[in-house]
């Protein structure tokens, strides 16, 4: 799935355009919670539940391998972290990490991806679950129901009943000439049966899912038989898959992923969806809300200020306002920046938190909202060794539009 050099050529181009930028200098805004993960750790995600906020992450093993490990947040003070699964079967890939969800029933169930065979890159997503907060977990077998060897992943979650539906991208059809698609299942005590929801997306950018009043939201990147790359949106209904047209096309034309999914986030009928594009030669992130659960959007906001190398996370604050994150290219390297926007396309200005690389390393930085704060995760590929940091902020931190 993860066609990379395609990839790292736009953040080449990006680069090359950024070169006559002022150095940035990130904010000092927040407070860094300090995670115990080792150097070089990497694959963060941030998940808020109702038993507090969990960071998983995947850590080498000195023999190599990796750990995926999760700890819950206390106070400001990470918890003892649990090991889920350790080996050299893991897959530590910088675009597809491993998260955890929380069910409607309260237990925790952890996704990372696993070496299919004892080569080559085909991989199956492999599932844990936990029913005492993250002390112990115990396997669930795989989601994608094939024993094919191909590559599977990039999953998203969200709360069905008493368990949890998942949505990926999958690539049984590839070894007979198909394309990846785009697949469900339900997942409680058990991995039920999936179905395919889209027969031809993009490979490898990262899906985003999100429940509504109406249901829930889908979005991901799909690719027509012309090799257009946008933006698009689907609503779960609990029995069938409906296709919706979501914010204004923009014909992106593109012959190989550019690692880059979009990002949800509602409340209610209000919905926000955050995505990247580089149609007319414009790299751009935009952002756009709907008050009808999805079924129309408003007009897209432009929301990056320049120089943007995507990889976005998204909330939507009590306020009706949301906040975006995305990398942009800076001098010496890339800023996780950080914006506030109302529904009426008004912003603050861009608040860069952080500095990273702009390679693979980098990783996508994640976002969490609990308790009226917004947590931040992400990887220091700019020191030696790489470190996994944490910082939490209060919205107001962030320039008021």
Known sequence: MLHLPLALGLTSLLLAGASGAAPLSPSESGFELVPEAAPGSLGASLTATRQGLFLSY????????????????????????????????????????????EAGD?????HWLERIGSAGFDYGISLA????????????????????SAEHGFVSWVQEGSGLRAFWLDGREQPRGGATTLRTARVGSR?????????????????????????????????SAQEIRDLALGRWTG???LSLAGPPADRWKITACPVNGPALAARGKQVAVAWYTA????????????????????????????????RLGLLLLDSGEAVVSWLAAVEGGAAVQLRRVRPDGRSGAALAVARTGTGRAGGVPRMALLADKIYLAWVDSASQPQRLRVRELAPTELPAP
């Open 58 to 101: 995947l850590e080498p093993l000195p023999q190599g391998g990796h750990a995926l490990r999760a700890s819950r947040l206390e106070g400001r003070r990470w918890l003892p972290a649990s090991t889920i699964v350790s080996g050299p079967q893991l897959i530590a890939n910088w675009a597809d990490f491993p998260a955890i969800a």
């Open 129 to 148: 679950r936990s029913t005492d907060g993250g002390k112990s977990w115990q396997p669930l077998g795989r989601l994608n129901d094939d024993a094919v």
């Open 279 to 310: 149609s007319q030669e414009k790299p751009r992130v935009s952002l756009a809300f709907s008050t009808d659960a999805g079924t129309t959007f408003g007009a897209p906001i432009e929301v990056d200020g320049g120089r943007p190398l995507g």
């Open 239 to 241: 029995a069938s898959f």
């Open 106 to 110: 309260g237990s925790l169930v952890a």
């Open 191 to 223: 991995v039920e049966p999936s179905q395919w929801l889209d027969e031809r997306v993009c490979d490898c950018c990262q899906t985003s899912a999100t429940l509504t009043d109406a249901g829930t939201l889908v979005a991901y990147r799909d690719r």
